[in-house]
């Protein structure tokens, strides 16, 4: 896999910034550039130069054809399969992965899982004050009519403890699908991760 054109000056200079942060083992890299600079031919000429497995996220299904499209044209070569080098879907990996956002991001349940961890957070620190839950819960909603500033500054203090534990309660509002991707990401050995239009 080798990218088949000449490349611009500036792709050069990044591509050459990109080489020492490799072997400085550097693990993020950020390009910055104007529409029409070429971005995602830099990033497949950076992953072209990597022996890893990548997963590459993008944030709808149009982007998402469209890289696999450029590795088509203008990187693979003579006897390099595209079905077997690209994946499109969470069904089944490869060495490359383009995948959209919304393919992580699908929830099992409908509810608010973290807004119920910051009340069950701000109901252990004062459940001595009130006589059950519900007590408490009410009390919620009265302060939400009588005082919003002090609601949101307990919904922000409790938040903020919730940094924590995110990936469980991550874990718990994404549907099994996900789950399994992810760990079958893991046992992929993905070692670099493009985020495309972040």
């Known amino acids: 896999m080798r990218f088949k054109y000449d490349l611009y000056h500036y792709q050069e200079d990044v591509l050459d910034i990109f080489e020492n942060e490799i072997k400085r083992w550097d693990k993020k ?44 044209k203008m990187f693979l070569e003579q006897g390099e399969s595209p079905d077997k080098m690209i994946s499109t879907s969470t069904s089944s ?20 899982l973290i807004y119920d961890k910051i009340i069950d957070l701000w109901f252990d620190d004062l459940k001595k004050d009130f006589g059950d839950k519900l007590e408490f819960l009410n009390y919620i909603d009265v302060l939400k009519d009588t005082d919003i500033k002090e609601y ?12 924590w534990s995110w990936w469980d309660i991550v874990s718990k509002m994404l549907s099994k ?3 399994d ?8 050995k993905i070692e670099s991760i493009v985020v495309d239009e972040a």
């Open 152 to 163: 949101w500054d307990n919904i922000s203090k409790y938040k903020k403890k919730l940094k």
């Open 93 to 112: 990996l490869k060495k490359i992965n383009i995948i959209t956002y919304q393919s992580l991001t699908q929830t099992s349940r409908d509810n608010d």
């Open 29 to 72: 890299i950020h390009i910055v550039a104007p529409p029409w600079a070429w971005k995602t031919i830099m990033w497949l000429e950076m992953i072209s130069r990597l022996w890893w497995n990548h997963l590459i996220l993008v944030p709808n299904i149009t982007l998402q054809y469209q890289w696999k499209d450029k590795l088509k």
């Open 181 to 188: 991707y992810i760990d079958q990401l893991k046992k992929h």
């Open 177 to 179: 699908k996900v789950l």
